[in-house]
Nanobody, 117 residues
Framework: QVQLVESGGGLVQPGGSLRLSCVGS????????MSWYRQAPGKEREKVAS????????NYGLSVPDRFTISRENGKNTVYLQMNNLKPEDTATYFC??????????WGQGTQVTVSS
């Protein structure tokens, strides 16, 4: 059974940092591109970042600040999202996504990030 489990979210003050993790299981993790998306209250989901299967290339959503970095460790079946200098507008639920698994994307359950003083 394919499963994605995100962790690392929480409440952080403006200017703080968080590193989100997503552990995949039930599939050959190192063969698939992975992405992070986010959805803020009242807004549509937006792409945050994607990374190729080997981790050699990454790209970011147009509205995503350069404060964010996606990376992965295939030996640990884990993809990360490092978020620095967080701002209130980064408040959202962040989702890990397995791309194009048997023709479809598989979503994790999400982890909440709240940036507030």
């Amino acid at each position: 059974q394919v499963q994605l489990v995100e962790s690392g979210g929480g409440l952080v003050q403006p200017g703080g940092s968080l590193r989100l993790s997503c552990v995949g299981s039930g599939f050959n993790f190192g063969r698939y591109a992975m992405s992070w998306y986010r959805q803020a209250p009242g807004k549509e989901r937006e792409k945050v970042a994607s990374i190729t299967s080997t981790g050699g290339n990454a790209n970011y959503g147009l509205s995503v600040p350069d404060r964010f970095t996606i990376s992965r460790e295939n030996g640990k079946n884990t993809v990360y999202l490092q978020m620095n200098n967080l701002k209130p507008e980064d408040t959202a639920t962040y989702f890990c996504v397995l791309r194009n698994y048997n023709g479809r994307d598989v979503w994790g359950q999400g982890t909440q990030v709240t940036v507030s003083s």
